[in-house]
């Protein structure tokens, strides 16, 4: 209850798979608790969740995850893959959300007391696909959807996203991952230079000095969106022949 500090961590594998489970990852249930500079990945919930917990992070009284990666995270009953409960002020700053499914909602679901700060939430799938029977003995495919984002748009700031969380007219709405990042396909989730994650971040308090690379926190003109800063502005050639 007295808070406390994780950094600097690998948290990989968890499993939230009773009926209580809360999180696959991280459960923060102080105000003052603090889940920074960490990789969160290949959590998940199990089938025995109910839709109870959150496949890496769950946020609670007012906690705080910041400078972090959450990837590769999966929930087969739970909700998103970061997510507030009964939480009041909390906050999720500087973070990269991606690549993470769940039955309905995917990457961050954002309570109408807490905040998302120069966070992206990109390419995570509700896996509601497949076929359904109504009870006419009708038949339904139904095809898996974006949904990376729930929340109140007043409460997120300098958010960038893609897929039907245009809901949330604060959020910049980004294209293919290709264009986001330096280079996707290999796991590089560093902004890509000139791209729209670059500089479009806003400045906060208790903003730290570095980023989940160990690199400046704020290079250029402004802060990145993202646990990644871009270190390398746009350039340009001029060739004379």
Same mark, same amino acid.
């Given at each position: 209850?007295g808070g406390g500090?994780v950094?600097?961590?690998?948290?990989?594998?968890?499993?939230?798979?009773?009926y209580w489970?809360?999180?696959?990852?991280?459960?923060?249930r102080?105000?003052? &608790?603090?889940?920074?500079?960490?990789?969160?990945t290949?959590?998940?919930? !199990?089938?025995n969740? %109910? *839709?109870? !917990?959150?496949?890496?992070v769950m946020i609670?009284?007012?906690?705080r995850l910041e400078?972090s990666?959450? @990837?590769?995270?999966?929930?087969?009953e739970?909700?998103?893959?970061?997510g507030?409960? !009964?939480?009041?002020g *909390?906050?999720?700053?500087?973070?990269?959300?991606?690549d993470n499914?769940?039955?309905?909602l995917?990457g961050?679901?954002?309570?109408?007391?807490?905040?998302a700060?120069n966070?992206?939430?990109?390419a995570?799938?509700?896996?509601?696909? &497949?076929? %359904?029977?109504?009870?006419?003995?009708?038949?339904?495919? +139904?095809?898996?959807?974006?949904?990376?984002?729930?929340?109140?748009? @007043?409460? @997120?700031?300098a958010c960038?996203t893609d897929? %039907?969380?245009?809901?949330n007219?604060?959020?910049?709405?980004?294209?293919s991952v290709s264009?986001?990042? +330096?280079n996707y396909e290999?796991?590089d989730?560093?902004? +890509? @230079?000139?791209?729209?994650?670059?500089?479009? *971040?806003?400045?906060?308090? *208790?903003?730290?000095?570095?980023?989940?690379?160990g690199?400046?926190?704020k290079f !250029?003109?402004?802060?990145d969106? &993202?646990?990644? %800063?871009?270190?390398?502005e746009?350039?340009?050639f001029?060739?004379?022949?």
């Amino acid at each position: 209850a007295g808070g406390g500090t994780v950094s600097n961590c690998v948290l990989r594998g968890g499993s939230a798979s009773s009926y209580w489970a809360s999180a696959g990852g991280v459960d923060i249930r102080s105000p003052h &608790g603090l889940v920074t500079h960490c990789v969160i990945t290949n959590c998940s919930t !199990g089938a025995n969740n %109910e *839709g109870n !917990g959150c496949a890496a992070v769950m946020i609670r009284a007012g906690g705080r995850l910041e400078n972090s990666l959450v @990837a590769h995270n999966h929930s087969i009953e739970g909700r998103a893959a970061v997510g507030f409960y !009964g939480s009041v002020g *909390g906050a999720v700053v500087n973070c990269t959300i991606l690549d993470n499914s769940a039955k309905d909602l995917a990457g961050l679901s954002l309570s109408s007391t807490d905040y998302a700060t120069n966070c992206v939430m990109v390419a995570n799938i509700a896996t509601q696909g &497949g076929t %359904e029977i109504s009870n006419d003995g009708s038949v339904t495919n +139904k095809v898996p959807v974006v949904r990376p984002f729930s929340g109140t748009a @007043a409460n @997120a700031v300098a958010c960038a996203t893609d897929g %039907e969380a245009v809901v949330n007219e604060t959020c910049l709405l980004i294209g293919s991952v290709s264009d986001v990042f +330096k280079n996707y396909e290999n796991g590089d989730f560093t902004p +890509k @230079a000139g791209g729209p994650l670059v500089n479009k *971040g806003a400045n906060y308090d *208790g903003m730290v000095s570095v980023d989940l690379a160990g690199n400046p926190r704020k290079f !250029g003109k402004g802060v990145d969106i &993202g646990c990644y %800063e871009c270190q390398r502005e746009k350039s340009f050639f001029i060739v004379v022949r």
